[in-house]
């Protein structure tokens, strides 16, 4: 048995972009599972941007604080068990947080298959932010052959696995990302027809010109004024569906607001969704059926942004903050 | 024949709300038909919001400035045919204008029927609005029986016939307007279970209320904080059809922005659709066939507000603009 755990806190209530110096790790006892419990040492934690808005309170607690362990979805291998539903050596993804090891009471987890995919495809593919991407592309959106479909934030988990659902389902796909190297990913690894770098100056002339005759579909990541941008490419009764709110997980409540012509959108008859992945839960092994063949054929293909080391998760998640990975981030842990 | 045609232009270009002074009455001969056109002359003109953007060449048309007359609807009886599709004594709906005659070569232009319902409907609950309130509660919406749906400027006739043909469909309706005497209106005229007045301190806890459980859609004539209130009761992925935008009218270019965090439509998994009317004009012989016989049986009913006299259109313009009409906005023109 390990005997010391060790996890990454806050400082610091954070505000604005959080900086590697807004961390720092502690140690501490591995915990005991308790009758019904079992311990899980874990591999790899997923640091995700929704995490930000959870550090904020954005969600169901309160804002965390100094002392505070951040919550991720991590995979491990159950190393003693006390609960009749898992048993040592399984592989299990569950809210893990930012730690090496936690004990785990079976709510909301799943036992994992290497045999069916890579272990850390659990967290970005074939976890939360492939469900996230299917959902939109296939419920939401319900893309069709012969549609253009766009997508930004499209070399992250999201957007990469959204665009090439898309592509499977025979539709053109233009993705919207921060860099050069981040647009030569989506196009030349994921297969997209096109991919446009948002900060280049002839942003909108480029995205006019990949997008063509307009986009049936818009799944956006961002927010702000990309969702403006991209409404101006929009065809007349295309869909828009709302996920993620990057422009804004970094700002004050009172900044959170977003300045928008809502002629737009009625000019454009676009049909706007919203779109939370937990409503998702229940069709969470159709999701998964069908996209593991894919993922093991190398048809749906993913790219990760790995650190090695609990030490490291801090400095990881503020470089996702500031759009700098380039794949699903992760942190391993042990042997890869 | 009548030998002068009196017209109201604009004195200036307009800047925020309309005042009666922006407007003043010229006059000139009565036009010619040539051939293939017929002179009309106009028993009804209709003032409708959207005249205001119009107004300020918001839609495809310049700005108009001094001396040039606003668009609008006009039911009319033909007194003068070069035409071969009517002939004198016909009663037409077409653009003419803020005028007492118009020549016109029959493009848009409908023929109505004084027997299946008043003249004057024409240009409201069968016209235009009660096309637009059709199309979103029937296409959009689809109001389902055991709704609830909500509808902002619900005295108004968009509003007013939503509402009622949410409630032929069987939901419970609540609206949202901007005095006690509209929503004595909208609850005692119309049957709306609750309508709430905005204007009240106790807005929030109102709408609240009445609202109930939440609302399964919610019909937008004014976009801005109305909009934001609004999705604040809105159930979890109910529809919201963006049709209006009365808060943004009479407002400059610069700040026909919207401050709107896009988190609460996320979060209410809203579905939110761009309506505009002219979308449906090939459904228009449906919807009048279904609703008026409905009309005629006084099972949707309407209210007008009318002045009498060419000279009076600037000032009944500025008046809806203020909000101040109680139901359709009609400027009558010789015998009723």
Redesign the interface.
Known sequence: MPDRNHRVVLCRAIEGVPQPEDFRMTEAAVPEPAAGEFLVRHRYISLDPYQRPAIAG?YDGAPLGAGDMPPAETVGEVIRSRHAGFREGDWVRHIGGWQEYSVCDGERTFVVDARRAPLSAYLGVLGMPGLTAWASAVKLADVQAGQTALVSAAAGPVGATFGQIAIQRGARVVGIAGSEEKCRLVTEEFGFSACVNYKRPTYLQDLQRAVGEGADCYHDNV?GQM?VDALGVLKPYGTVV??G?IT?YNTPDAE????????L????????????VY?FEPQRQQFFDELAPLVAAGRIRFREDRVTGIERTGEHFARLMRGENVGKALVVLGED
Chains 1, 2 share one sequence.
């Open positions: 954005r927010g969702l709302l996920c709110l804004q959170r607001q977003f300045s928008f012509n809502l002629g959108p009625i000019m454009k008859r676009a049909v706007m969704k919203g779109l939370v409503d």
